[in-house]
């Protein structure tokens, strides 16, 4: 029975139809299925009332023309476009004609039983029928209207009805009731089935994921609308295949496409395949299959089924991310490489710093010491020939002593030793060691300080040469005037301030003041000399000791350094006491 069944449907079912485009097409199937049904029953029911009831000759004419009726349309579903395009209204057109065929028919022979019989099958027929063709009540209804209006007018003109009036209307009333009930559960059903597969679908659409499936008995395949979006396939106009999806698949991958589908159709279980496609719309994806294998049940045959994700986008985020570990380690080779580059630099820095202060420094001090050694021992006329050789001897000295310190700060060689530091009394030691220098230079150093009780956080050699660096500056830069120290303090900082009355620096160089190797006059002509490091060194010193130096200056006037450095709350007594005394060392 089911063979012959599908042998029916295959003669009637609209040719090369995808899934999709099936269920559009269905108004098609259901007219010419109507048709065929109706061309063979409508001869039969005619022979059927012939043999019970010699009464209904004259109905021959009324089935003839019902039946050359239903066969010429037909014919015309299978050769006329415009009979294909209006399938669904020449459906509902052939249910009132069916209707009316059998009521005027029922009419003719006085609703006799059998008559009656075929009317009330034809209605509840028809009605079913036309559930079928329509999603929604508006055809049904009116077809359930003019059924029943046409029972009575015909009932209503029939002279001798052999059937109950009252009893053949109310099985009418209540079969079309029942049926509306029917077709309007299930319209529900549809919509709420629609609504859901809508929601699927979008979110199929959000998460690129698409499902399949295939029929193995028919070879038959369903994909969602997603999997058609994924393969890039018109689904209104291509029918699904796996040869059609395969043909996709780029050419090196299309082995491991095969084993994965065989697999499958094995009952095997198989993980998850990532293939690259070229797709129909000319795109190139990624995409992920997965699949499973269902055998036959008693409702449902053999079949596989499955989910196809594009993973486009997640797979180029996985080679950017790919790439960026491969620059990352590269970058970290490279910066390991530069490290160890740095490091070696840095031993071959202290190698020369410790080559040049032993191959330089120490000749250097024997020069000068000769040359101290020789100035006492010749005449008066000749000395004037040996204290340049000691001047510039001590000039270089200072010079080279100035470039070992500045490489020690950069390379992080210099280590203070920082703790509480009366500032008042070094700036008092500091003065007296200075003031003959600035004597004869004919300049005033004044102190402005406490004899001791100024306590700030600081290393005692780094402090010493800083201050000592400042008023050797001021002295050098300073042709008359003073030179004032004075220390005050706040509740966290400490300040020491070296104020002189000098030529003063332009505006154009403060911002370069601290820069290594600067001076504000350059060339042979410089009016002052020096390596131009004494300033930047102090800075270093200063920073180590995490404090601050700033400077104001106007020209022809003077110029004025703050150093800041953080307080220390210790008394300066016990300072006196030497419970707290300071331990401090430089590495020269």
């Known amino acids: 029975m089911q063979a012959v069944v599908r042998l029916i449907g295959s003669l009637f079912r609209p040719p090369s139809v995808s899934m999709k485009g099936w269920k559009l097409r269905s108004d098609l199937y259901l007219l010419r299925l109507g048709c065929a049904l109706c061309s063979a029953l409508v001869p039969a029911f005619a022979v059927f009332y012939y043999a019970s009831n010699t009464t209904g000759l004259e109905t021959w004419l009324l089935q003839g023309v019902m039946t050359l009726v239903v066969v010429g349309l037909l014919v015309s579903s299978f050769v006329s476009s415009w009979v294909q395009e209006n399938a669904r209204k020449l459906l509902l057109v052939l249910a009132f004609i069916l209707t009316g065929w059998s009521a005027a028919v029922a009419s003719v022979n006085g609703f006799d039983v059998n008559f009656a019989v075929g009317f009330f099958v034809t209605v509840v027929t028809a009605a079913m029928y036309l559930s079928l063709a329509f999603d929604d009540m508006a055809p049904l209804t009116s077809y359930s209207t003019f059924s029943l209006v046409l029972t009575l007018v015909l009932m209503g003109i029939t002279p001798e009805l052999v059937v109950n009036e009252a009893v053949y209307i109310a099985s009418i009333l209540v079969a079309l009731g029942i049926v509306y009930v029917a077709v309007s559960a299930r319209v529900q059903v549809q919509d709420a089935l629609a609504e859901r597969e809508g929601h699927l679908a979008e979110a199929q659409k959000t998460a690129g994921l698409g499902n399949w499936e295939l029929n193995l008995e028919t070879d038959r395949a369903h994909w969602s609308a997603e999997m058609f979006r994924i393969a890039g396939i018109d689904a209104e106009v291509e029918r699904p295949s796996f040869d059609m999806f395969a043909a996709q698949v780029h050419p090196s991958d299309r082995p491991d496409l095969l084993r ?17 496609m070229d797709a129909l719309d000319g795109s190139a994806r990624s995409i992920r299959l997965r699949g499973a294998y269902a055998p036959e049940s008693s409702t449902r045959p053999r079949r596989l089924f499955g989910i196809c994700q594009d993973v486009t986008d997640e797979t180029a985020r996985a080679r950017t991310l790919l790439e960026a570990k491969e620059e990352a380690d590269t970058a970290r080779v490279q910066a390991e490489h530069a490290r160890e580059q740095a490091e070696e630099m840095a031993r071959l820095k202290s190698a020369f710093l410790a080559n040049m202060s032993h191959e330089i420094r120490t000749p250097l001090t024997a020069i000068i010491g000769f040359a101290q050694v020789l100035g006492e021992e010749v005449s008066a006329d000749q000395r004037n020939l040996v204290e340049p050789i000691e001047q510039s001897g001590k000039r270089l000295l200072s010079t080279l002593n ?125 009016s002052h000399e020096g390596s131009g490091l004494g300033l930047a060194i102090t800075k270093g010193l200063i920073d180590l000791m995490r404090g601050t130096i700033e400077v104001d200056s106007v020209v022809d006037e003077g110029t004025v350094f703050t150093v800041s450095l953080p307080r220390e709350s210790v008394s300066p007594r016990t300072l006196l006491k030497g419970s707290m005394s300071p331990v401090f060392s430089s590495q020269a």
């Open 260 to 276: 994965f589908w065989d697999t499958l159709k094995l009952g095997g279980q198989h993980e998850d395949l990532t293939l690259r």
């Open 402 to 526: 100035s470039v070992l310190d500045l490489a020690r700060l950069k390379s992080e060689g210099m280590a203070l030793e920082i703790g509480p530091l009366d500032l008042a009394e070094e700036i008092h030691e500091i003065a007296e060691m200075l003031r003959p220098m600035a004597t004869e230079r004919g300049l005033s150093l004044i102190v402005n300080a406490p004899v001791m009780g100024v306590v700030a956080r600081a290393d005692r050699s780094a402090f010493n040469r800083v201050i000592t660096n400042l008023v050797s500056n001021a002295v050098k830069f300073t042709e008359k005037g003073r030179i004032t120290l004075s220390v005050d303090q706040t509740d966290h900082l400490v300040y020491v301030r070296v104020r002189d009355t000098g030529r003063g620096i332009s505006p154009e160089f403060l911002p370069r003041l601290f820069e290594e190797f600067r001076q504000e006059s350059t060339g042979v002509m410089r």
